[in-house]
């Protein structure tokens, strides 16, 4: 079960595009749900028993669905000219179909989970080098 529903991206949806339709929201907003619970492990216990951390993660997941059907196609930038005729587009480069978690989602979730900030989500890809250390 994700921390948002359809009704909670329609009621904040208003974006000049058409939202997508329900198949693709509900995907989503699993998606969203996935990301949270693996960003923050405690969260679904949390949900079950204390509203405000239910209605923040609700926030958060709805918003992180706005975010990416809002703009799909990742546009961050459009320039044109006039002659003799330029034009650009700049691409965002986010994965995850656009899905993401701001520093104010996680700030979010983090002060109801009561944690800090530097550990909600945080790890490192680098390889522990115990001769590098100082």
Do not use: H
């Amino acid at each position: 079960m994700g921390y948002a529903d359809i009704s909670d991206v329609k009621d904040r949806w208003i974006s000049s595009r058409e939202l997508p339709s329900d198949s693709i929201v509900s995907a989503y907003l699993m998606d969203a749900s996935v990301i949270l619970d693996a960003t923050f492990p405690s969260l679904a216990d949390k949900v079950a028993n204390e509203p405000v951390v239910a209605a923040r993660a609700k926030m958060v997941c709805a918003n992180m669905v706005y975010r990416a059907l809002s703009n799909p196609d990742k546009i961050r930038q459009v320039s044109e000219g006039i002659g003799p005729e330029s034009g650009s587009i700049t691409y965002s480069s986010e994965g995850q179909g656009g899905l993401r978690i701001t520093a104010q989602d996680r700030d979010l979730i983090s002060q109801v989970l009561e944690l800090n900030k530097s550990q909600a989500g945080q790890f490192s890809t680098l390889p522990y080098r115990p001769d590098l250390r100082r």
